[in-house]
């Protein structure tokens, strides 16, 4: 595969969408319209269909660059930590954190190409488990020049001996990577909250993220290692090692199982914000926080109406029809007719029982 021919491909493609693909992309872009609103308030909605593109694109460009050898060489390698990379027999343990921003999937290439042997700690969601284990074994361990030591283990979290096999491999010299914006631990209690979340600050919000990384660490009395992949304005890659984390900075290990996760977000977010669109998250992070608020409808003084795309899009799934609440996350299912009126702002069509509803709604102002 030529990586260069393929990104330009997919751009014109992006940029000269079919309807169909409109469709299939609508619901995904209603989320994304969502997040933006919410964490990026200063980003103007007429934006967000041009930032989705640039989007799609780097969630496209992250999966095949991994497969680019080429373009792992040309990837820029920063370490300020002050642990020796290249020392694949490390005194203490040591665990590898990082996004789903940049290229990220090179993380384990980097470390794999260094000599370590690495174990990859990911979630059973809907598949991914073994696709990410074809993936790494036949397509990816086959291009990396590793060393004699170099090796890959990929555990699943879902299931409840890793945590055993992990602690026999920390013993046998492996180092851990995970993705701390995708490991969601054993227990997934994302109604309440109220077991293995922390609160945090991001953006200005707050979020409830998994800490189990960092309990993990603090029983195994391993230095954390943040690590962040960005490109820049010419897809040219670099990826950062930041100063590592030990439990003697902190006052005991459950502060460091707590702080240490919250300091590696505050560097995230800090990177993140250069190019927000690198970001992977952008489909998922309505997961990490709470949605049982109602947002107050407006009294409506309106005599000339229009659908409401400050607080409301449309999107379709299938052969039906929704109205989605960018403030409140909520879905109205609608037929052919208003979806067609609503898009249109053609609304003589509209029952007056509904045009009343909308009325009441904010739908239409």
Do not use: C
């Given at each position: 595969?030529?990586?260069?021919k393929?990104?330009?491909?997919?751009k014109?493609k992006?940029?000269?969408?079919?309807?169909?693909?409109?469709?299939?992309?609508?619901?995904h872009?209603a989320?994304?319209?969502?997040?933006?609103?919410?964490?990026?308030?200063?980003?103007?909605?007429s934006?967000?269909?041009?930032?989705?593109?640039?989007?799609?694109y780097?969630?496209?460009?992250?999966?095949v660059?991994?497969?680019?050898?080429?373009?792992?060489?040309?990837?820029?390698?920063?370490?300020?930590?002050?642990?020796?990379?290249?020392?694949?027999?490390?005194?203490?343990?040591?665990?590898?954190?990082?996004?789903?921003?940049?290229?990220?999937?090179?993380?384990?290439?980097?470390?794999?190409?260094?000599?370590?042997?690495v174990?990859?700690?990911?979630?059973?969601?809907?598949?991914?488990?073994?696709?990410?284990?074809?993936?790494?074994?036949?397509?990816?361990?086959p291009?990396?020049?590793?060393?004699?030591?170099?090796?890959?283990?990929i555990?699943?979290?879902?299931?409840?001996?890793?945590?055993?096999?992990?602690?026999?491999?920390?013993?046998?010299?492996?180092?851990?990577?995970?993705?701390?914006?995708?490991?969601?631990?054993?227990?997934?209690?994302?109604?309440?909250?109220?077991?293995?979340?922390?609160?945090?600050?991001f953006?200005?919000?707050?979020?409830?993220?998994?800490n189990?990384?960092?309990?993990?660490?603090?029983?195994?009395?391993?230095?954390?290692?943040?690590?962040?992949?960005?490109?820049?304005?010419?897809?040219?890659?670099t990826?950062t090692?930041?100063?590592?984390?030990?439990?003697?900075?902190?006052?005991?290990?459950?502060?460091?199982?707590?702080?240490?996760i919250?300091?590696?977000?505050l560097?995230?977010?800090k990177?993140?914000?250069k190019?927000?669109?690198?970001?992977?998250?952008?489909?998922y992070?309505?997961?990490?926080?709470k949605?049982?608020?109602?947002?107050?409808?407006?009294?409506?003084?309106s005599t000339?109406?229009?659908?409401?795309?400050?607080r409301?899009?449309?999107?379709?799934?299938?052969?039906s029809?929704?109205?989605?609440?960018?403030?409140?996350?909520?879905?109205?299912?609608?037929?052919?007719?208003?979806?067609?009126?609503?898009?249109?702002?053609?609304?003589?069509?509209?029952?007056?029982?509904?045009?009343?509803?909308?009325?009441?709604?904010?739908?239409?102002?």
């Amino acid at each position: 595969m030529n990586l260069v021919k393929e990104k330009k491909r997919l751009k014109r493609k992006l940029n000269k969408p079919s309807k169909k693909e409109i469709d299939l992309n609508s619901y995904h872009f209603a989320i994304f319209s969502a997040h933006l609103k919410r964490f990026l308030p200063e980003i103007h909605m007429s934006d967000y269909s041009e930032l989705f593109k640039k989007f799609r694109y780097y969630e496209w460009a992250s999966t095949v660059e991994q497969y680019d050898m080429d373009y792992l060489k040309k990837t820029t390698i920063t370490n300020n930590s002050s642990v020796d990379l290249s020392n694949t027999n490390q005194p203490i343990p040591l665990i590898f954190t990082s996004f789903h921003f940049g290229s990220f999937r090179l993380l384990n290439s980097i470390l794999y190409e260094l000599g370590h042997k690495v174990v990859v700690i990911i979630d059973d969601i809907k598949g991914a488990f073994q696709q990410l284990v074809d993936d790494i074994f036949e397509k990816v361990v086959p291009q990396i020049k590793g060393t004699e030591n170099s090796d890959f283990v990929i555990l699943n979290v879902m299931d409840r001996t890793s945590i055993f096999k992990l602690k026999e491999y920390i013993t046998q010299g492996y180092v851990m990577t995970v993705y701390l914006d995708g490991n969601l631990s054993v227990d997934n209690d994302r109604e309440s909250f109220t077991k293995g979340y922390i609160p945090i600050k991001f953006l200005k919000r707050h979020l409830y993220v998994k800490n189990g990384v960092g309990k993990l660490a603090a029983m195994l009395e391993a230095m954390i290692i943040p690590s962040i992949a960005l490109r820049d304005k010419n897809d040219i890659n670099t990826f950062t090692f930041k100063p590592e984390l030990k439990i003697s900075d902190f006052v005991d290990r459950k502060e460091f199982a707590i702080k240490s996760i919250e300091q590696t977000y505050l560097l995230f977010e800090k990177e993140m914000l250069k190019d927000p669109m690198q970001w992977g998250a952008w489909m998922y992070i309505h997961k990490w926080f709470k949605r049982n608020y109602t947002t107050p409808y407006k009294k409506n003084t309106s005599t000339a109406h229009k659908f409401n795309t400050k607080r409301y899009t449309l999107f379709r799934l299938g052969d039906s029809n929704y109205i989605f609440d960018l403030n409140d996350y909520r879905i109205f299912p609608i037929d052919n007719i208003i979806a067609k009126a609503l898009k249109n702002n053609k609304l003589s069509s509209i029952k007056p029982t509904i045009y009343e509803e909308f009325m009441l709604k904010n739908i239409l102002v």
